[in-house]
């Protein structure tokens, strides 16, 4: 099936001119993929030059192709007319999308894309001197029904200049940069056993990465619709395919996928790949013993503590009816433990599609955070009294008929608002649990919910401990307000939060929803005080605020750099202190980066060489590359680097001069005192 569609694309491409003039005499010659050449700097400058972009943008429907467009399709083929002194260097694509049509996979673009390349000019290229480049580019249209080949002459006309770039292109070209794949610094390895691909990629742990895919850049390391399971297990990923049919060994590249238009050019060898921790029961009695105590040790957290405040009151008030007390222990043990199975399952599911997710996943997206603190701002307002609901008005509607069902629902939401909690208690077990077989690892997730609901069923289940409570009084509602208090810090704990991943303007906008749910909250209390109803037209209104500050997060933050004594990497400012004769220590990191981490721990943060650069008066800089920030990749491009690390001395005076890639103390120790510094 691959080999027919290649032949009969490649048929279709070759007599494309045809076609297009064809098209055009049938009055049918709109492309569905308009295409334009664009330059970043129309008056590019001799000895260097510029970047240039096929600006492609499908109509709504259709698609174009990667590169390797997978099991159908082809890449788009240029055929250049250059002036001389100018050539133009590789074509570099973006990051793809997956689409399977009828069972084939194909590695496409959706919406507008840019695929760039490098332009250099001659330094004997004289200032002034008119640059005409032509190309004939010929490329395929499709839809999930019909493909349609597609061309055209494009023109670009340009100058010799001195480089200048309009801020308007400057960003256009930033947007497309930040699409394509990055190098991965460290090389992967693979094995092929029984026709079946595993690869192992070097990635830090702290690193995010979701919607994991690997985009294979040749036909032989893998079939390109068999499903790829993804674990994840500290520094690496590891990747389990289909192997391709007459896989050749050798050195291979492919693109891996690790976000929303984010990935990595990954280079891998023949190797071992280590296997997955086996499952013992061992290590399934230790995770689920760890989860126990984990859940139980949550308690005292503050965003769960007032809530069961609230659950021992209502023990107060029931007094001595067993049945009663018991009866709510159990459908709050249940709601817990089956809000954390529901959490456990949907993360093992999302696992076996392919995302490489851990425990706590969905605070990995800004809008559950931004939700959480919603809805933990409505819980602290509610126990201070601003306004009524049946569930925490004091638990009076869960001491009558049906109080099995509120009891359910406070548990399902004690197990929902303890999330945030979880992480420095739960991380080993939740680990064990994402290499355990199902059955044992949901026994985990279980585990934490009953270790969650354990200090209620003792009150319920133990009477020596029900009857040290206190009897009911008005102290219940002063109580009820006191735990009000670190539901608050609960709020500003998950603003705090959303600040580290989206930045000031993502705190702006969760403080302004808050305040603007507070408002609605207290307009509901009114009503209430007054004897009045309103609660379902404030939820509409609540809903409606979540959805509408969600809209409004920012993408992504920009980094700081958190190096001791370091100031985030500033082109200007590094000009100034280069112009100031002021000695520069300037590298580039990126979280995914091991090589880089490495340094840091190994040279860079070390007392010694803090020590030698406080006394020479070195400034040290850091550019952080994590978010593929637009300034750095051109500065790196600047340096003729794809990629980092990338270690730059600076000495009084003196031009750069390019670190070695793996660093030690006495490297850098000694670049002060070989400029002549103290």
């Not at 921790?277 to 105590?293: D, H, S």
């Not at 029931?318 to 399952?345: N, P, Q």
């Not at 044992?440 to 020596?464: D, K, T």
Request: proline residues 7%; contains cysteine; glycine residues 12%.
């Amino acid at each position: 099936m691959r080999i027919f569609h290649v032949v009969l694309m490649t048929f279709l491409l070759l007599f494309a001119p045809a076609v297009a003039r064809a098209q055009g005499a049938f009055g049918q010659g709109t492309r569905h993929i308009a295409a334009e050449l664009v330059a970043e700097s129309g008056i590019p400058r001799p000895g260097s030059g510029t970047t240039i972009a096929f600006s492609m943008a499908p109509e709504p429907g259709w698609h174009g192709y990667w590169e390797n467009p997978g099991d159908a399709g082809l890449g788009m083929t240029v055929k250049w007319t250059l002036p001389q002194g100018v050539t133009i260097g590789v074509l570099r694509y973006p990051v793809p999308q997956t689409l399977v049509i009828s069972g084939l996979m194909n590695h496409v673009y959706e919406g507008p894309y840019g695929v760039l390349a490098t332009l250099t000019l001659a330094p004997d290229v004289p200032a002034g001197a008119k640059l005409p480049i032509r190309v004939r580019a010929d490329w395929l249209a499709c839809t999930d029904k019909v493909c349609v080949p597609e061309g055209a002459e494009l023109v670009l006309d340009l100058v010799a200049g001195d480089g200048a770039v309009l801020p308007s292109r400057r960003a256009q070209f930033d947007d497309w940069r930040s699409h394509l794949p990055r190098p991965l610094g460290s090389e992967g390895s693979y094995a092929v056993t029984d026709g079946r691909l595993r690869l192992s990629v070097p990635f830090p742990a702290g690193a995010k990465a979701a919607d994991v895919h690997l985009f294979p850049l040749t036909d032989s390391l893998a079939r390109y619709a068999a499903p790829q399971n993804v674990t994840r297990e500290g520094d690496r990923l590891l990747i389990e395919t289909e192997a391709a049919q007459g896989f050749r060994p050798g050195p291979v590249q492919a693109v891996l996928r690790t976000g929303d238009h984010v990935g990595f050019l990954l280079t891998a060898r023949p190797g071992s790949v280590p296997a997955a921790r086996p499952a013992t029961l061992q290590t399934a009695f230790l995770a689920l013993g760890g989860a126990l105590l984990g859940g139980l040790l949550l308690n005292i957290m503050p965003c769960v503590f007032p809530i069961l405040g609230l659950k021992a009151m209502k023990l107060a008030r029931a007094g001595g009816d067993e049945h009663v007390v018991r009866r709510e222990a159990i459908a709050y043990s249940f709601g817990i433990v089956a809000t954390c199975l529901a959490l456990g399952g949907l993360l093992l599911a999302l696992r076996a599609a392919g995302t490489a997710v851990g425990w706590a996943f969905q605070l990995q997206d800004p809008r559950i955070i931004l939700f959480l603190l919603l809805l933990v701002t409505a819980i602290t307002l509610n126990l201070a009294g601003l306004f009524e609901l049946g569930a925490f008005g004091g638990g009076e509607k869960l001491a009558g008929k049906g109080g099995s069902t509120g009891a359910f629902w406070t548990g399902v939401l004690v197990a929902f608002v303890a999330t945030p909690c979880t992480g420095p208690f739960m991380g080993a077990a939740m680990g064990a649990a994402l290499i355990l077989p199902l059955p044992a690892a949901l026994c985990v997730f279980a585990g934490l919910g009953l270790g969650l609901a354990l200090p209620f069923l003792a009150l319920a289940y133990v009477p020596a401990l029900r009857t040290r409570l206190p009897r009911p009084g008005p102290w219940m509602r002063r109580f009820q307000q006191i735990l009000a208090i670190p539901m608050a810090l609960t709020a500003l704990g998950l603003l705090w939060l959303l600040g580290q991943q989206r930045g000031g303007g993502a705190m702006a906008i969760g403080i302004g929803g808050a305040v603007l749910l507070s408002l609605l909250l207290w307009y509901l209390g009114r009503r209430q005080h007054h004897g009045k109803r309103g609660g379902m037209a404030v939820a509409a209104a609540a809903l409606a605020l979540f959805a509408g500050t969600a809209a409004a997060l920012p993408t992504y933050a920009p980094r700081i750099a958190n190096a001791a004594g370091a100031i985030p990497f500033n082109e200007a400012r590094l000009a100034s202190l280069r112009a100031a004769h002021k000695p520069v220590f300037l590298y580039f990191t990126a979280d995914w980066c091991l090589t880089c981490k490495a340094n840091e721990a190994a040279a860079i943060d070390r007392s010694e060489t803090r020590a030698a650069f406080d006394r020479a008066g070195v400034t040290v800089m850091v550019g952080d590359w994590t978010n593929a920030d637009p300034a750095i990749t051109r500065f790196l491009e600047g340096q003729e680097r794809s990629g980092v690390p990338l270690y730059l001395w600076y000495a009084p005076g003196k031009e750069a001069q390019i670190l070695p890639q793996i660093l030690t103390p006495s490297t850098l120790t000694a670049l002060p005192r070989a400029a002549g510094l103290p």
